[in-house]
Structures are given as structure tokens and as C-alpha cells.
């Protein structure tokens, strides 16, 4: 296995109860999520706090989730997206990427389609584990790239084939920043995505970078944005604190690309912020 994520009955049920009723300076989880190394030890990288810091920010802004999410109820979509994120394990290193979904994802498929009789069924069985090769041979290749701090994939066949991956060179503090970068691709925050898509249509028409601005990049780094300047999930952000943001806050590709009208934005309105009758937004 990559990952030890099975929670029971009774641990979706307490979560459920505490989604409800917890403090949002409480991170609540869903399982212990730790990456484990093929070998069964813990990995020398943890990305848990980055994991934390996610679950935390999404379960303080519960009836704004619910809001983006088109009525969705907020205890439902958070853990699809929370759930989902905890499931992709964060590779410390391009070897342990190789021996981990090696051995988790490729080598069962192999060893079930030898035990197979010839046809479709086994053809199908060899394909997958084929695709994953693939899928791993890419990821392998872009992290390997010098320079590279991070990535986040994913292969559009059946069963979990995501998986990440942190630059285990980079300080401790740019490790987390990278991961949380890295796992907001994981949440497939679908809801938030669309309201980023929804911004940049109206207020950054000319800004259509394939890459940087795609709604999945914006909003990974929004978060990275986020986490580094310690913001506050409830706080709604005015022209003057953009002013001094522009002065001093660590930027990632976010205030040196958008206007301050897109910034404000970004800030309150994802992911996102309640409507009220008369169409205004509350943070």
C-alpha cells in the first residue's frame, strides 16, 4: 500500500460529528495519514503539517464551501476534497517515487495478469500497469529536471494512480510551502477552480497562460499564498491591506501578475465567499 487511509464506520462517523462542531483553529483528522516508506518506516519527509494547514483553512470557511459548491452540503464536499487529498502520498525523493508506486501500483498488476488466461480481461490488466509505467516514467523525468521543487499527477484509469512529490534539497520551510502547492492539486477542487475561471474571465482577460494561468495553478498557489503570509481563513481583505501586502508579503507569482481588483478577488472570493441576497459577498 502507499498509503494507510481506510477510515472505518465509526472514524467517518466522528468526523462527521466534529466537521460539524469544531473549533477552526482544531485541525480534525480523518485517519493518520503518514506517508510510510515501502519498507513500513516512516519517510524522512513529513508532509502532514502541509495536509493539516489544508483541512484546517477548508474547515474554516464551511457555509463559504457550501456556497461555491452550488448548494452542495459543506460536510459532503469537504470530504471529497479533504478525503481525496489525504489518499496521495508526497514522495521525498525520485527513488522513493520509483519504489513506491512501483511496488504499490504497478508490480500488483503484473503479478495478477500472469496468474490470468490469455484475453481481454488480462489484456486489460497489462494496459493499466503499461499506463502506469508510463505515468511514472513521466513523473520521474519532470522531477528529475534540475530546479524542479515539486509536482503533482495524475493517470485517468481506474483505481488511485496520483501521487506527488517535494525536492528533498530545499529548506524545511519551502518543503511545506511546495507541498501545500502539491496537494491543493490533490483536493480536485473543482468548486474553487471554477470561481478562479469565473474571475480571470471578467478581470484578467488578456492573462491566458496555458500553465500559470490555469484556475488549478492560480488556486494552488492562492494557497501557497496563503499559508506563507499567515492569513486568516475569515478575514475579508481591502484595498489598504492589499496596499501593504504589495510591500511586504511573500509573493508566488500572485501580486507581481494581477491587478488589485483580481488580487481582492482571489482573496475573498475563493473558495469562496457566502452571496447574500442582494448579490454581495461576505468573507
Request: hydrophobic share 35%; charged share 25%; net charge neutral.
Amino acid at each position: 500500500m502507499l498509503f494507510d487511509f481506510v477510515p472505518s464506520a465509526v472514524k467517518r462517523a466522528g468526523f462527521l460529528f466534529n466537521f460539524a462542531f469544531m473549533d477552526p483553529k482544531l485541525y480534525v483528522s480523518m485517519a493518520d495519514n503518514r506517508n510510510r516508506a515501502p519498507s513500513g518506516g516512516m519517510d524522512a519527509y513529513d508532509p502532514e503539517p502541509a495536509r493539516k494547514w489544508l483541512s484546517w483553512w477548508l474547515a474554516s470557511r464551511k457555509p463559504q464551501l457550501e456556497s461555491n459548491s452550488g448548494g452542495v452540503p459543506a460536510a459532503r464536499e469537504y470530504i471529497r476534497q479533504v478525503g481525496g487529498m489525504q489518499q496521495v502520498p508526497v514522495y521525498p525523493s525520485v527513488g522513493y517515487m520509483r519504489e513506491g508506486y512501483g511496488s504499490g501500483m504497478i508490480r500488483p498488476e503484473i503479478e495478477k495478469s500472469a496468474s490470468m488466461p490469455e484475453g481481454t480481461a488480462r489484456d486489460s490488466v497489462m494496459a493499466l500497469a503499461g499506463a502506469r509505467k508510463y505515468h511514472l516514467s513521466n513523473a520521474e523525468s519532470i522531477a528529475s529536471e534540475p530546479g524542479n521543487r515539486g509536482l503533482y499527477t495524475d493517470l485517468d484509469r481506474p483505481g488511485n494512480n496520483r501521487m506527488a512529490y517535494v525536492n528533498p534539497s530545499m529548506p524545511e520551510t519551502m518543503r511545506q510551502s511546495t507541498a501545500v502547492h502539491e496537494l491543493t492539486h490533490a483536493l480536485r477542487a473543482s468548486p474553487q477552480e471554477g470561481e478562479i475561471q469565473r474571475i480571470m474571465e471578467r478581470s484578467e482577460p488578456g492573462r491566458n497562460d496555458p500553465y500559470t494561468d490555469s484556475p488549478t495553478e492560480i488556486y494552488s498557489r492562492l494557497m501557497q499564498f496563503r499559508h506563507g503570509n499567515n492569513l486568516d481563513p475569515g478575514n475579508k481583505f481591502t484595498a489598504d491591506d492589499l496596499k501593504e501586502m504589495r510591500k511586504s508579503s511573500k509573493d508566488f507569482n500572485l501580486l507581481n501578475r494581477y491587478s488589485d481588483e483580481t488580487i481582492l478577488e482571489l482573496l475573498n472570493n475563493v473558495a469562496s465567499v457566502s452571496r447574500k441576497e442582494d448579490g454581495t459577498r461576505n468573507a
